[in-house]
């Protein structure tokens, strides 16, 4: 194809990565003056990403998501390719001779490593991996181990308090939502009745936002317990309070908290602050508990160690210090980062003689794998639209796809034998979801099984 008839037809995109971050650049995209022909590549068989696979299950206020995600993908200039693997199913090759232009939005869904002595013991585990098990994902295993009475969750942010609050919470409290019957089976047998969430920096510098913080409280069988002397702000931490509102209301939210008389509901959620991780410790193999360093605030909001010790009673310790993207083929990585160097969205390969930036072709990155595993789902709105903006800029200089009609690319999965999914197979899937749910009233079962869900999606058909 010349690039006088490429003019003359839709721009042809590639998005990998069917999450919000991917659906954003999509909506961004068909919201431009530029005529698109939009292709979601997508690893799992279901779309949604970090919605399906990272939110916990009595969220349905940030499920809801969907709802605007879905209108997105309902648009006919979007068609959903899923159940294929970028790197195995798919080269960024083949992807260049199908597409004019390639867009990465494919997440963070691993956990970022904490070096300290002990992290590779039996029952020491990354918060990703719980949350992947208790959302149903497809490629983890189906059990999971609950046979710690007293367990330990590093981290401040809000992945820390979802895992929290699914280890404190009863199987039959989550047993409304649409976890599925191996993970409802294993939330019955946990015997957790302690959960221990640790910071080591103080009250202003926790990272919750406020209304998941106070969703802790609203479960009739969890205790939230602050200590009062964990209540403690330097100059840094009251200029950070007068600057966000959210800062303020977490920090007010925990004073509360601190003050009150303890209740007599049966599992105590503690909230420490002020305390280091610096060692998990165990016997024969398995963790039998946790050290921390006392820290103190310096004044700036930064904290330092005190010397002082405490030795920890757990079984069990999640570490929730960040998610990390994983290093996608034939593109740079930053390995420290754990995102794909990039200059406003623009793939960065590296500098030319002179300084200037030399950009991977037609090529561009949105979302966790751009910016890291920071900020909210709906922070990756504004990524989309710096990266959408960029490479509309670009496009009068893409070399155009060899084979850009919608279907090349069709004929080529089939020849591979690959069983792709697509947005009309989402349909079927959701509805034999909603329908497994409907005789116990809930909204829906989530099907963890990949050939159970492309049994229902009925790979290919449209």
């Known amino acids: 194809m010349t690039e006088q008839s490429a003019a003359t037809r839709p721009l042809r995109i590639a998005i990998v990565g069917a999450g919000p971050a ?24 279901a779309p949604f990403g970090l919605i399906r696979y990272g939110v916990a299950p009595d969220h349905p206020r940030i499920k809801g998501i969907i709802t605007a995600l879905h209108k997105v993908l309902d648009k006919p200039q979007v068609r959903l390719l899923g ?31 904490l070096p300290i002595p002990g992290i590779d013991l039996d029952g020491s585990y990354g918060a990703a991996d ?16 609950l046979d710690a009475e007293k367990v330990a969750v590093l981290g401040v942010g809000n992945v820390a308090l979802d895992v929290a609050r699914v280890l404190a919470k009863t199987g039959d409290e989550l047993l409304p939502t649409e976890i599925p019957p191996n993970v409802y089976k294993g939330l ?18 926790a990272k919750f936002t406020p209304l998941e913080l106070r969703e802790l409280d609203h479960s009739p069988t969890i205790e939230v317990i602050v200590d009062p002397e964990d209540i403690d702000y330097d100059e840094g931490s009251e200029a950070a309070r007068r600057h966000s509102k959210q800062v303020d ?13 303890a209740g007599d509901r049966p599992h105590k959620l503690f909230l420490h602050f002020f305390e280091s991780p610096t060692e998990i410790l165990g016997e024969n193999g398995k963790v039998v508990g946790l050290r921390t360093e006392r820290t103190q605030l310096d004044g700036t909001g930064n904290v330092k160690g005190t010397g002082v010790f405490k030795d920890w009673d757990v079984q069990a310790v999640y570490r929730a210090v960040g998610y990390l993207s994983q290093n996608l083929t034939n593109l740079p990585f930053d390995d420290q980062a754990g995102t794909v160097p990039n200059e406003a969205g623009r793939v960065l390969v590296d500098e030319n003689a002179d300084g200037a930036a030399r950009y991977m072709p037609a090529t561009y990155v949105t979302g966790w794998i751009k910016r890291g595993p920071v900020g909210l789902i709906g922070h990756t709105k504004g990524d989309a639209n710096e990266t959408i903006a960029c490479l509309l800029d670009d496009a009068p200089g ?9 279907e090349a690319v069709i004929e080529f999965l089939e020849g591979k034998g690959i069983p792709f999914t697509t947005w009309a197979g989402w349909y079927r899937l959701d509805a034999h979801e909603r329908s497994l749910g409907e005789p116990e009233g809930r909204e829906r079962v989530k099907v963890v099984e990949r050939e159970d869900m492309l049994r229902a999606s009925e790979p290919h058909k449209v």
């Open 83 to 113: 159940n294929i693997d970028y790197g195995t199913d798919i080269t960024l090759d083949d992807l260049r001779a199908f597409y004019d232009a390639v867009i990465f939005s494919t997440g963070a869904n691993a956990d970022r490593a």
């Open 22 to 45: 991917g659906i954003y650049a999509a909506d961004a995209l068909m919201k431009s003056d530029a005529e698109v022909s939009i292709d979601l590549y997508e690893r799992m068989p």
């Open 249 to 261: 209301m977490v920090a007010n939210t925990l004073e509360q908290w601190a003050i009150r008389d």
């Open 188 to 205: 019955k047998a946990n015997k957790a009745v302690e959960v221990h969430v640790f910071g080591r920096r103080g009250p202003a510098q």
């Open 130 to 145: 719980f949350v992947s098990w208790y959302d149903g994902h497809p490629d983890v295993p189906r059990t999971w181990p």
């Open 398 to 406: 893409f070399a155009p796809a060899e084979r850009p009609e919608p």
